[in-house]
C-alpha cells in the first residue's frame, strides 16, 4: 500500500466509529488547551509585572528599612513606620537629599491605614505621607485639583490628596474639590484627586489619601518612614548612585538596618519567580496531554479487539504486517494531530476571551510545545496496539468471534 492508501484507509476507519475517535482525541484537545491557557496567563502575569515596573522608570532606586529578603513574609525586616527596628527617618531623607550628588530626587514614604468619614460615608483608607516630590518621582500627577505644596508641607496643614477609588467610595458623583472630610478624627480639606493607575500585584492603587509627611507625623505620632524614593539623574549610573546613597547611609546606621534596591533587581526577582511559575503550570497541563495519550493507547487497544477479523480479512487479501502497522500507527497519529490543532484553536480563543478579564499572552514556544507533546503522546500510544494488529496470524483472526 502507498502512504495516501495508508491514509484513506485511516480516515475511513476513524470515519465510521466517530464517537470512539471523539473520545480519543478529547484527552488530547484538553491537554493542548490546558497548557496553553495556563501559560498564557503565566506569561500574561509576567508581562504586567514587566509593564509595572516599566512606568516606576529604570531610574528608581528604593530604600527600605532592615535587610530585604524577598522569602520573608513581611518582604524585609525593619518593620512598619512605628517599628523600632526601623531606622528610616525624615532627617535620613533629607541628609541624601544633601549629599547624594547622583540623584536628582529624594521623598520619604510612610504608610499606614486610618478611617476616613464624608458625611454618612466611612471606610479604613491607605495613607501616605509624603513630600511634594512624590508627584514627579512616582509619576503620580493629580487628574483634579492639585498635589500640596512647600509651604503646605512645611506648615503642616491638613490637606489631602485622593486616589480614584477612595472619592468614589466617599463622594460618589460629588466634586470632593474643597470638600472636608475626616481623616483619624481630624478634618482634612481635599486639594486635588490622582489620576487613576488600577490595580498592580493584586493592591488597589487608587484606594489611598495623600497628605503631608509632616501632618502625618503629627496626626499619627510617628517620626519613622516606610521607604524612601532616589530619582537618579542619568540610567547609566544607576549603580553608582546605589552605591554612593549606601555609602552616606551606612555614615548613620548599620549595613542590616537598610536595604537600597534598584528597580532592575525587583524586575529580575520577581521575573524569575514568575517563569519558575509559568513553567510549572505548563508541566501540570502537559501531565493532561500524558494522560490522553495513555487513553488513546486503551482505546486503540480496544479497537484491536474489535477488529480482529477485519485484520485477519486485509491479511488474507495480501496486506502485510507493515500495512497494519503503518493503518494503526497512522490513525493514533491522525487523531492526535487533529485533537492538537482543535486543542490549539481553543486553548488560544480561551486565552482571548481570560485577556477581557486578567491579561494574558499566548507564547509561540506553549503552541509548539502543547501541539508537539499531543503528536508524539499520540503516535507513542499507539506504537503498542499498531504492533499487536500487525502480528496478528490472519488464519486465527478469521477464526476470531
Known amino acids: 500500500m502507498t502512504f495516501i492508501d495508508t491514509f484513506q484507509v485511516a ?50 532606586l528604593t530604600i527600605f528599612p532592615g535587610e530585604l529578603k524577598f522569602g520573608d513574609a513581611a518582604g524585609r525586616e525593619g518593620g512598619p513606620p512605628g ?52 508627584v514627579d518621582i512616582r509619576k503620580s500627577p493629580t487628574e483634579k485639583g492639585r498635589f500640596f505644596s512647600r509651604q503646605e508641607e512645611s506648615g503642616a496643614k491638613r490637606v489631602a490628596v485622593l ?22 478624627g481630624k478634618t482634612f480639606t481635599v486639594i486635588g484627586i490622582f489620576e487613576s493607575k488600577g490595580a498592580a500585584f493584586g493592591n488597589d492603587q487608587d484606594d489611598l489619601v495623600a497628605i503631608p509627611l509632616t501632618t502625618f507625623e503629627r496626626v499619627f505620632d510617628l517620626d519613622k518612614v516606610s521607604y524612601i524614593y532616589a530619582k537618579v ?10 552605591r554612593q546613597i549606601e555609602r552616606i547611609l551606612l555614615t548613620q546606621m548599620d549595613d542590616e538596618d537598610v536595604s537600597v534596591i534598584g528597580t532592575e ?43 480482529i477479523r477485519e485484520i485477519g480479512i486485509r491479511k488474507a487479501v495480501g496486506a502485510t504486517s507493515r500495512d497494519i502497522l503503518l493503518q494503526f500507527l497512522t490513525e493514533a497519529a491522525v487523531l492526535s494531530v487533529i485533537g492538537g490543532i482543535a486543542g490549539i484553536l481553543i486553548g488560544v480563543g480561551g486565552s482571548l476571551i481570560l485577556n477581557n478579564f486578567v491579561q494574558t499572552v ?11 507533546i499531543s503528536a508524539i503522546t499520540g503516535i507513542t500510544s499507539g506504537v503498542g496496539p499498531a504492533i499487536k494488529a500487525a502480528r496478528m496470524d490472519p488464519i486465527a483472526a478469521l477464526r476470531y468471534e
Open 233 to 242: 539623574g542619568d540610567v547609566e549610573r544607576v549603580d553608582q548612585a546605589k
Open 163 to 184: 486616589g480614584a477609588t477612595t472619592v468614589d467610595e466617599l463622594f460618589g458623583n460629588r466634586n470632593p474639590i474643597g470638600e472636608e472630610l475626616k481623616l483619624a
Open 11 to 60: 480516515f475511513r476507519s476513524l470515519a465510521i466509529n466517530k464517537m470512539r475517535s471523539g473520545l480519543m482525541m478529547l484527552g488530547v484537545i484538553i491537554g493542548v488547551a490546558s497548557v496553553i491557557l495556563l501559560v498564557s496567563v503565566g506569561s500574561g502575569l509576567q508581562a504586567f509585572v514587566t509593564d509595572q515596573f516599566d512606568e516606576l522608570g529604570t531610574d528608581l
Open 362 to 372: 499566548v507564547p509561540l514556544w506553549s503552541v509548539v510545545l502543547g501541539f508537539s
Open 265 to 307: 533587581d525587583l524586575l529580575e526577582t520577581v521575573t524569575s519567580i514568575l517563569g519558575v511559575i509559568t513553567a510549572g503550570l505548563g508541566g501540570i497541563a502537559a501531565i493532561s496531554l500524558v494522560v490522553g495519550g495513555i487513553g488513546i493507547a486503551n482505546i486503540m487497544l480496544v479497537s484491536v479487539t474489535e477488529r
Open 83 to 134: 517599628s523600632a527596628n526601623n531606622k528610616l527617618t525624615r532627617d535620613v531623607a533629607e541628609l541624601l537629599e544633601r549629599r547624594a550628588t547622583l540623584v536628582n530626587g529624594i521623598t520619604p514614604v510612610a504608610t499606614t491605614y486610618a478611617e476616613t468619614k464624608y458625611l454618612g460615608e466611612e471606610r479604613t483608607t491607605g495613607i501616605l505621607g509624603t513630600t511634594t516630590n512624590y
